[in-house]
Every structure is written in structure tokens, then in C-alpha cells.
């Protein structure tokens, strides 16, 4: 791989990542409205509001960049970009299609993707403990408790998905896939997806965000463009967890048409499952604090545990 | 009759459901809202029926209708007559800033004055300039609609049934001629 390839994939990567999550993002306002009745945006760019993000970059982008006087500065300021970068850096591990369409083929991929998404919520950390608001370190705090406990069932289904693959290279576990591993790994799928959202602390799990408790939590003191990187990342995350749960429980690029368009598949599958992510959010309300935790150690846990089981003893009669 | 988490879809069913259903926000500036007939939106008046009797401006609760008035002497016809005097009408001014659009004074004219107008873009940025003379409320005249036809079954407006019973009246004294002179 020579040095204008890697150019090349990294500002493709770069690229996808400054355009999907605002797609996803418009996809929100309008799905969310219509959802409600409502139009949504419908002015900004001329055609039904297509725009209104880009207006809404300018606007942030206008915006006084405030620290407050009690605030650790240099924490404060490195915030966002700590909660941004990370997903970036997923983006780049992801497989698209089959034959080497990666931004860069890991070994242990799989291990790398989670690591580096739980970098993410240290930015969110950060940014709670840095503000000098009692309500940021509320919202800190809860996302670290969010973290903790919603972490292990996301990694727990993904062991699965790689015992099953015997491999954790995400191009490895898509050529191992076969079409019954979406049956065989579904539970896997509903522990990975939620504990995901839980980690993006998307409705109805934003309790760290919540703002009829706490403001906007960790982001209550920020403005301008650093807010507006937050919510970036947020949509951000939304592409790499709709992308990580297509690839390792949908089979990726695997689909009825020619291997060619595998990318099409990954990507459908994508928009796919973040169109749910909103549905969902649309659809229910914010839990308790309390009932957040019980369902993540009560519920998710013993699910992955479960699913880990049966992926064990499938495999085992398997081969 | 329900397993764990029909609810939840439930509600998922729901929310999937209204995105497929029609919007329904109102895009006012560009589109024009529909609004059913006698909407109450300003006050407008005819002029030419108004006779200055001052019932609309006595009866207004919270006294927003001025009208201003002198009396003018025709000469009189006839050599032999006495001269005849009539109202005319020199200012009739509504304060909308104080009009609680109760329509107290269009129920109450007599000789059909005034109207409900469906018009309702008239806001301004100084409270003064709500209070409207008689040139713009006759103008908002021209925006009051035809009134809305009569239920299929109603009682037949008094005018023309005044006019059926005079032509009847009219029909059967003919016929009553008509038979006495055979």
C-alpha cells in the first residue's frame, strides 16, 4: 500500500464523515416531523429544507465560543474533538465491500472498533468534569455510569459474532458469514444495537442529556461550534453503530446482487438501521435513571450471556 | 391476549403509521389557510346602509366604535312641505385594539350594515394604527363572502316567503275573479 492509496482512503473516510451524518441528520428532522405530523424543515436550500443543516453549521459557526471563567480551559476546549475524532477513526476500519474495500483492514478490527468507540465517551466525560456545572458533572457522571454498564453486553455480543466467525477481522467475519448467522446471532443483534444506542445515549437513553433534569448535561456549558461538534458526533455515531451492527449481525456487503454492489448492501443496511435508531427515538419516551441501569443488568446482560451460550454450543456442533 | 413488549410495538406501529399519514401543518404565508364561513376576522361596513343611529356604538361593550355625525336640511320638495333632515355619516372609526370581536354590533345593527369579514391580516406595529376609519372597513367590505346556503331543510328566508305569499295572495284573488265572472 503506497502512500497516495492511504491518502486516498483517508479522505474518503474523511468524506463519509462529514457527509453521512448530516444525511442521517436531515433524515431526522424530516422522519421525526412527519413522524408527528409536522413538515419539519421546509425553507432553508430551496427543496423541502435539504439545507437546513448547512444553515445550522453557519449559524453555530457565528456563535460566540464561550468558556466559562471556572472551567479547566485546555480539558474544556479538547473536549469535543475527543468525542468526535474517535468515530472518524472507526469509520476508517469498516468494511464496505468485499475485496480490501476498507478504509484500512485491521487484524483485530473488531477489538479496535470497540476500543476506540469507548475513547468517544471520555470526551463526554471530559467535557462534564471540565465545565464547573453541576449539572455538566451530573451528565458526566451518568454517562460514565452508562458507559460501564452498557459496554460489557455490546462487547459480550460482539464475542459472539466473533466466536461464531472464529476471527476478528471485520472483512474476516463478513467472509465468514452465512445467511442463517442472522437468525442464529438475532439476540446478539437486539443486545448490540441497544447497548449502542445506550452508548450514543440516544433516546429514549439520554438520561446523561436529559433536559428536563439536568439542562443538556455534559454540553450545557458549551457553545457554538464545540457544541455543535458534539451533536456532530452524536450523528456520528449513529453511522458507525448502524454500520458495526450491519456488518457483524446483517452480513454487510452480503446480499441477492452481485458482489460488485456489495457496498450498496452496507450501506443500505445502514440507513437502514438509522432510520430505526430514529423511529425509536420518536417512539419512546426517556427512562429513569434507575431503570436504565436494571434493564442493562438485568436484561442485556444475561441475553449476551445466553446468546454467547448458543453461539458456543452451535459452533461446537457445527464442527 | 398479549405477549411481553406488544405495547412497545404498539407504539412503534403508531409512530410508522402517522408518517405515512398527511401532514398537517398549516404553511401559511405561502398557502393561504381555508376559513369557514362568518370567521370572525374584522369588522367591515357598508356605509351606504348605515343611518347613524348609534345602536352599534351604544351597545358595544367595551365602546371601540366611534361615529361622528351631523344633520343636513334638504329643501323640501313640495312649496307646501316642511323641509326634511337626515343623518350623514362623518366619521365611523373601530378601535381593533380594544374590540373583543364579540359581534354584538352586527347582531344588533338594523339595517345591515355591518358584516363579518373572514379577513384577518391587518397587524400593525403601533397600537394607534388599529384603530381603523370608514374608507378601510368599507374596503374590507369587499372581502365579507356571499353568506353560506340554507340547511336543506330550514325555514324559508322571511323575505321571500313574504313575496310567495303575496303572489299566492295574488294568484287566488285572480282565480276568485276569474270564477266570479263566469
Not at chain 2, 38 to 51: D, H, K, P, S
Amino acid at each position: 500500500m503506497n502512500l497516495l492509496d492511504t491518502l486516498l482512503r483517508c479522505a474518503a473516510a474523511l468524506v463519509v464523515f462529514l457527509t453521512f451524518p448530516l444525511i442521517i441528520g436531515q433524515t431526522e428532522h424530516k422522519v421525526m416531523a412527519h413522524m408527528q405530523g409536522r413538515l419539519g424543515p421546509m425553507y432553508a436550500g430551496g427543496f423541502h429544507g435539504w439545507a437546513q443543516l448547512v444553515a445550522d453549521g453557519v449559524k453555530f459557526a457565528q456563535k460566540e465560543d464561550i468558556v466559562p471563567a471556572g472551567a479547566d480551559r485546555r480539558v474544556f476546549q479538547l473536549a469535543p474533538a475527543v468525542s468526535l475524532l474517535p468515530y472518524l477513526i472507526v469509520l476508517l476500519a469498516i468494511p464496505v465491500g468485499p475485496d480490501g474495500f476498507v478504509g484500512q483492514a485491521v487484524d483485530a478490527g473488531l477489538f479496535f472498533v470497540l476500543a476506540v468507540m469507548g475513547v468517544g465517551v471520555i470526551g463526554k466525560l471530559m467535557a462534564g468534569w471540565a465545565s464547573a456545572n453541576k449539572f455538566s458533572l451530573l451528565g458526566g457522571l451518568r454517562t460514565a455510569a452508562q458507559l460501564m454498564s452498557y459496554e460489557l453486553p455490546m462487547v459480550l455480543a460482539a464475542a459472539s459474532v466473533a466466536m461464531a466467525a472464529g476471527t476478528l477481522s471485520l472483512p474476516g467475519i463478513l467472509d465468514a458469514f452465512e445467511w442463517y448467522w442472522i437468525p442464529w446471532q438475532a439476540i446478539g443483534a437486539f443486545v448490540f444495537f441497544t447497548a449502542g444506542l445506550a452508548e450514543l445515549q440516544r433516546p429514549p437513553f439520554d438520561m446523561p442529556v436529559a433536559d428536563s433534569e439536568i439542562i443538556f448535561g455534559a454540553y450545557t456549558e458549551y457553545t457554538g461550534l464545540r457544541f455543535a461538534f458534539f451533536l456532530l458526533s452524536e450523528y456520528a455515531g449513529i453511522l458507525v453503530v448502524s454500520a458495526l451492527t450491519a456488518v457483524l449481525f446483517l452480513g454487510g456487503w452480503h446480499g441477492p446482487l452481485p458482489d460488485d454492489l456489495g457496498w450498496l448492501w452496507t450501506i443500505l443496511k445502514t440507513f437502514a438501521l438509522a432510520f430505526v435508531v430514529i423511529w425509536l427515538r420518536v417512539t419512546y419516551p426517556r427512562l429513569r435513571e434507575d431503570q436504565l441501569m436494571r434493564f442493562a443488568w438485568t436484561v442485556l446482560i444475561p441475553l449476551a450471556l445466553v446468546q454467547l451460550a448458543l453461539t458456543g454450543v452451535i459452533k461446537v456442533a457445527i464442527s | 391476549m398479549s405477549f411481553p413488549g406488544s405495547g412497545l410495538a404498539k407504539g412503534l406501529a403508531v409512530t410508522l403509521r402517522t408518517m405515512t399519514k398527511k401532514t398537517v401543518t398549516a404553511q401559511y404565508p405561502d398557502v393561504q389557510p381555508e376559513l369557514p364561513p362568518r370567521t370572525r376576522g374584522v369588522i367591515a361596513l357598508l356605509e351606504e346602509n348605515c343611518t347613524v343611529c348609534m345602536l352599534c356604538a351604544r351597545e358595544c361593550p367595551d365602546w371601540c366604535i366611534y361615529i361622528d355625525s351631523h344633520k343636513e336640511t334638504l329643501p323640501a320638495a313640495d312649496p307646501n312641505a316642511r323641509a326634511r333632515t337626515r343623518n350623514v355619516l362623518d366619521r365611523f372609526a373601530i378601535d381593533f385594539s380594544l374590540c373583543m370581536y364579540c359581534g354584538i354590533c352586527i347582531e344588533v345593527c338594523p339595517f345591515d350594515a355591518l358584516f363579518w369579514s373572514p379577513e384577518f391580516e391587518y397587524a400593525e406595529t403601533d397600537i394607534l394604527e388599529l384603530t381603523h376609519e370608514r374608507d378601510k372597513l368599507r374596503e374590507w367590505m369587499w372581502t365579507v363572502p356571499a353568506p353560506p346556503a340554507l340547511d336543506p331543510a330550514a325555514e324559508e328566508p322571511k323575505e321571500i316567503a313574504a313575496a310567495r305569499k303575496a303572489a299566492e295572495k295574488l294568484a287566488a284573488a285572480a282565480a276568485a275573479e276569474a270564477g266570479g265572472s263566469e
